[in-house]
């Protein structure tokens, strides 16, 4: 067994920490932003395949205590690099820190780069080459008040890039944090959902995925542990082949989608169809505020609204809200609507109690799922 810490949006621990359990993962610990979890190679591996929830799974291979930069240096100088990759692969060092005492992210990194060449050039005479962009092999290392500890991402690309997306709007949600709202608001496959304002799609592709049992690491992406020399095909091979079993045909599922703007529209079924999902999702172009309900059994509705970065914005935003409120009021009775937004003068504009609202993050912004459980007349 081996020691992993897998990563994700906080506020969706929970979510990842029942993924990881069902996949057979032992000795689960939630803290803030991931969850460590013991696991053998092959539950590494379920878990970059079948985690909707993660951003990274990574394989702790040091720990160790620190005064001083220097120290950080021998506890990488003393791990065995050449057992887990080659010389001719490129790396590249990531540094993370919570109340760490050191002053500068940047001299840690080199000081870790320049302690895994050496290593090298130790065992091997060689050394391997620094890509800042595309590495065959990301290490990471996170350093707290008193101890540094060394990872090697086995995920390569973050989870959430499915490999799915390829046009995008402007400030998209993440695939991660999209299947997480959708397990926080109670969707399965068979109940009718409904995206307002779809962007370029993420709601409604991590939807389809699910309606078709399509697992979200299974669409050709590649992985880090493909990279490192304990890699086994063999093993990854049958997950693999069993997840590509288990996919459902493509029929429609009663998820529906819709947004003012035609380029969205236009975006979103780019995206479902180079997926292979277009025939899952109902599209059309539609304002919000007009657009009825898709279908006349009540549903679940999930929206990501705009936020409103400047003095303007959240004055369109003001006069948007109560508007919005009247309109599901009266074209969605019997509906629970969901709005993920950072402005907390939503649900008081909108003059609605929220029957729940969930801290989430959508990537450093701190935000609230709200709940609106739809009524004819009035909701307070």
């Known amino acids: 067994m081996e020691n992993f810490f897998a990563t994700c949006p906080r506020g ?135 101890h540094c500890t060394l990872y090697v991402d086995t995920s390569g690309a973050p989870l959430h890039q499915r490999g799915l997306r390829r046009k995008t709007v402007d400030a998209p949600i993440k695939e991660n944090l999209a299947a997480g709202i959708l397990r926080l608001v109670g969707w399965r496959p068979g109940i009718p959902l409904y995206d307002p304002m779809c962007g370029s799609g993420t709601f409604l592709l991590e939807a389809a995925q699910i309606a078709v049992g399509l697992a979200p690491g299974a669409s050709g992406r590649g992985f880090g542990f493909q990279c490192l020399k304990n890699f086994q095909p063999e093993t990854w091979k049958v997950l693999l082949d069993s997840a590509q079993k288990q996919v459902k045909p493509v029929d429609f599922a009663q998820i529906y989608g819709s947004d003012i703007s035609p380029s969205a529209v236009r975006s979103t079924l780019a995206n479902l169809d180079r997926a292979g999902l277009l025939p899952v999702v109902s599209l059309k172009s539609a304002d919000i505020l007009e657009a009825g309900a898709p279908v006349e059994t009540p549903g679940i509705l999930v929206a990501n609204p705009p936020y409103g970065d400047r003095l303007s914005d959240l004055e369109e935003l003001s006069a948007l809200y109560p508007r919005l409120a009247g309109a599901f009021k009266r074209r969605f009775a019997g509906w629970d609507c969901w709005l993920l937004t950072s402005d907390r003068r939503m649900p008081k504009l909108m003059r609605l109690v929220p029957g729940r609202k969930i801290p989430l993050f959508n990537g450093g912004i701190e935000c609230r799922l709200y709940k609106f459980r739809m009524v004819a007349g009035s909701n307070r």
């Open 12 to 146: 969706l621990e929970a979510l990842l920490e029942e993924e990881l359990s069902a996949i057979g993962s032992k000795n689960l610990e939630k803290v803030p932003g991931g969850i460590h979890f013991d696991a053998d190679w092959r539950g590494c591996y379920a878990a970059n395949l079948h985690s909707r929830i993660a951003t990274r799974i990574l394989w702790r291979v040091a720990r160790g205590p620190y005064a001083a930069e220097d120290d950080i240096y021998r506890l990488a100088r003393e791990t065995p690099w050449n057992r887990l990759f080659d010389p001719e692969q490129t790396i590249r060092v990531g540094v993370s820190a919570v109340k760490s005492p050191l002053k500068s992210l940047e001299f840690i990194t080199l000081r870790i780069k320049d302690a895994v060449c050496d290593r090298f050039r130790e065992d091997t005479g060689r050394r391997p080459s620094v890509d800042t962009r595309d590495a065959d092999i990301r290490l990471r290392a996170f350093v707290d008040a008193g």
